[in-house]
């Protein structure tokens, strides 16, 4: 199984993001796809999931309104779409393939490596 996270950079607050994950090696639909983030100091956090058929999605209550997951199934790839961005969204975010309806980093059976994004104010 493979995660390969892409898309992270320095942005200015009120700027836009979008994080691509490409998976490989894993049977889609029996897994969710999803994203977390981890700042200095902090534990690893849920930002939002979604499943292959994309008919179900949930974020955190602190990304709700300004981050979107989609997916797209032809190229296996699931995309979190980052706007209105601020210094507190500065992370290394990564990507992630669980079971059920997780937002707890336990219920994860697969990472990505994981890319930094930076917001300044």
């Known amino acids: 199984v493979q995660l390969q996270a892409s898309g992270g950079g320095t942005v200015q607050a009120g700027g836009s993001l979008r994080l691509a994950c490409a998976a490989s090696g894993l049977t889609f639909s029996t897994y969710v796809m999803g994203w977390f983030r981890q700042a200095p100091g902090k534990g690893r956090r849920f930002v939002a999931r979604i499943t292959w058929s994309g008919d179900s999605t949930y974020s955190a209550d602190s990304v709700k309104g300004r981050f979107t997951i989609s997916r797209d199934s032809a190229k296996n790839t699931v995309y979190l779409q980052m706007n209105s961005l601020e210094p507190e969204d500065t992370a290394v975010y990564y990507c992630?393939?669980?079971?059920?309806?997780?937002?707890?980093?336990?219920?994860?059976?697969?990472w990505g490596q994981g890319t930094q994004v930076t917001v300044s104010s």
């Open positions: 992630a393939a669980g079971v059920g309806d997780y937002s707890s980093a336990r219920y994860v059976d697969y």
